[in-house]
């Protein structure tokens, strides 16, 4: 059973940035499809960024030019770089794969002055 482990949120002022890491369980990382999402309150859980094994790149168009999606194969982790954060970032942050599995626990991230 694949696992992802979460980490790296706080709390961030306006304009501020962070680094999120995830790392994974299984020795198959470097073929894997790997996902950011994030699940505001009161809101459905959407995707972030995307990164293929070919280096393939999707963001949803919020994060474009702020967030950076990136991988180490070595140690089975992928990181989101968040930069220039605004409030409307504030979320439980989570990464899986493509196709999804069980979800881990999230990093919250809460942007405010």
């Known amino acids: 059973q694949v696992q992802f482990v979460e980490s790296g949120g706080g709390l961030v002022q306006p304009g501020g940035s962070l680094r999120l890491s995830c790392t994974t369980s299984?020795?198959?990382?470097?073929?894997?499809?790997m996902t950011w999402y994030r699940q505001a309150p009161g809101k459905q859980r959407g995707l972030v960024a995307l990164l293929a094994p070919d280096g393939s790149l999707h963001y949803t168009d919020s994060v474009k030019g702020r967030f950076t999606i990136s991988r180490d194969n070595t140690k089975n982790t992928v990181y989101l770089q968040m930069n220039s954060l605004k409030p409307a970032d504030t979320a439980v942050y989570y990464c899986?794969?493509?196709?999804?599995?069980?979800w881990g626990q999230g990093t919250l991230v809460t942007v405010s002055s």
């Open positions: 299984g020795s198959d990382f470097s073929s894997r499809v």
């Open positions: 899986n794969q493509v196709p999804p599995t069980d």
